[in-house]
T-cell receptor
Framework: DTAVSQTPKYLVTQMGNDKSIKCEQN?????MYWYKQDSKKFLKIMFS???????INETVPNRFSPKSPDKAHLNLHINSLELGDSAVYFC?????????????FGPGTRLLVL | AQSVTQLGSHVSVSEGALVLLRCNYS??????LFWYVQYPNQGLQLLLK??????LVKGINGFEAEFKKSETSFHLTKPSAHMSDAAEYFC???????????FGTGTRLQVFP
């Protein structure tokens, strides 16, 4: 049973396209996150949601729009893809409102923009 | 703002040797500190975390880390490396009241037979 799952695992697309990445967690957590890992393995938070409400938005271009239809899902939609968007995107979840809680990561979505 | 510095982007050890991965943090308040491991083409998995209880924290797979406030360090150690320990290791600090994890740049551990 996968705790945090992401689809697709790989995504190859052309510049200018619009794409979505889906994330689901079955841990019953209230808080979910999106992280971006660049080619140098640097990990940076993009967004966090707590019970469908946006909590953290880390100066991400507005081409990136997270959507949380319910607290078990946090999807990431990206408009007008650029070469620099190529990266691995990780979804994570954690119990609510406590900064010492463990974050559980999904397997990642490898996005390549050509 | 809090930050994390991992000294050494690559560390190589022989199987059976001591593993030492360094992490220093910058924080004006006592932080929460984490070590995560990333195996090739996988997501991150928690190894251990410090949440202001015991300063010596034991984690999975024989790893442990010691919180040293005077040195602002949280180095990760393992007495004897296994081939299966080869992976990327990330130190992270959590900002209180924001749930935001700030990661270091990672250290790739290679284990040679």
């Amino acid at each position: 049973d996968t705790a945090v799952s992401q689809t697709p695992k790989y995504l190859v697309t052309q510049m200018g396209n619009d794409k979505s990445i889906k994330c689901e967690q079955n841990l019953g957590h209230d808080t979910m996150y999106w992280y971006k890992q660049d080619s140098k393995k640097f990990l940076k938070i993009m967004f966090s949601y707590n019970n469908k409400e946006l909590i953290i938005n880390e100066t991400v271009p507005n081409r990136f729009s997270p959507k949380s239809p319910d607290k078990a899902h946090l999807n990431l939609h990206i408009n007008s893809l650029e070469l620099g968007d190529s990266a691995v995107y990780f979804c994570a979840s954690s119990p609510p409102g406590t900064s010492w809680e463990t974050q559980y990561f999904g397997p990642g979505t490898r996005l390549l923009v050509l | 703002a809090q930050s994390v510095t991992q000294l050494g982007s690559h560390v190589s050890v022989s199987e059976g040797a001591l593993v030492l991965l360094r992490c220093n943090y910058s924080s004006s308040v006592p932080p929460y500190l984490f070590w995560y491991v990333q195996y090739p083409n996988q997501g991150l998995q928690l190894l251990l975390k410090y949440t202001s209880a015991a300063t010596l924290v034991k984690g999975i797979n024989g790893f442990e880390a010691e919180f040293k406030k005077s040195e602002t360090s949280f180095h990760l150690t393992k007495p004897s490396a296994h081939m299966s320990d080869a992976a990327e290791y990330f130190c992270a600090v959590s900002e209180r009241n924001t749930d935001k994890l700030i990661f270091g740049t990672g250290t790739r551990l290679q284990v040679f037979p």
